[in-house]
């Protein structure tokens, strides 16, 4: 199914014109009145420099008219290879259609919301016919029965017409174009940029991300080594001052000689306030017993020290640079 941008502003074509794979643009005067545009042939141009196909309207009460107005639109410098021509579907639209196909030109006739509208249009040679099922919807018409016909049909008597799915109002939108087998859809940004997103997909996608990073990366590139050491001499206040200052749930507690003593965090203080003690604004480190920590060398990966955080059921790890102190690591960094 050909896919086609629904726009005339120029940064989302420009945006969309990246992906690659676009057939080409649709536009209508009404973006062009809602965008705001003055010099609507000059936004045509700069339109058609970022898109394989234009499908542009050509307006006109007559079928001579609608072919004058295609002629003007070539002759201010559009493609005849690569513009379709956006034609109401009425009996001088058809007739208009027939005459621009015999001249190789490309028609979508459009504004199609009976079978009968399209069976004239098959007949008139139209390169696109285009339901607009947003708009039938809102009447509470069988837009997608209609499309499914028009799709039918095509096939019945082998009418080259191609069904243009339009007036997209949502992605449920495009999944019915792929369900009746409509040829070429046209959608507007805002709708386009949703259809490859997914809830499981972006859980999927963080988990390797993280999964990866834990592999690649080492304790050394998340340690923290800043505001989270303090002298033994100091007290449980000291601690939670800069315990809040590091936004960790641990300090490392360093003896005179610059050896690690042990580390407090605040699970530690959650018992000393269930022990009662009243000394505990004033305790100081000194006084309190060695504990022994559960560490990691500076050089080991994320993935393990993701393994020890869940294997110890703990929420910091001390780093360790050799026999020498370094640093913190919170198991938030190995997420």
Known sequence: MEIYLDSVNLEEIK???KLGYLTGLTTTP???????IEDVDAQILKIAKYVN????EALGDTAEEIIKEANRLINLGL???KTVFKIPISLEGTRACKMLVDQGLQVNLHLVYTLQQAYMAFAAGATYVCPLVGRLQDEGHDALGLVQQCVDITKRYNYKSKIMFSSVRNVEHVKNALTVGAHTITVPWKIMQKLTQNHFTQIGTDQFIDDTKALMNKVSDVAISENVTIPSSATITDALFLMTKSKLGAVAVINEDKSFRRLFTDGDLRRLIYDQREDIKTLTFDS???KTPISISLDRSLYDARKIFHANNVDTLVVM?????????DIQHTI
Not at 30 to 36: A, I, N, P, S
Not at 321 to 329: A, H, K, S, V
Request: aromatic share 10%; proline share 0%; hydrophobic share 40%.
């Open 30 to 36: 009404t973006f062009m009145v809602k965008e705001g």
């Open 53 to 56: 196909i234009l499908q542009v």
């Open 321 to 329: 640079d050799g026999e020498n102190f370094f640093g913190l690591i």
């Open 15 to 17: 945006t969309a014109s």
């Open 288 to 290: 309190m017993d060695n």
């Open 79 to 81: 493609s005849k290879e």
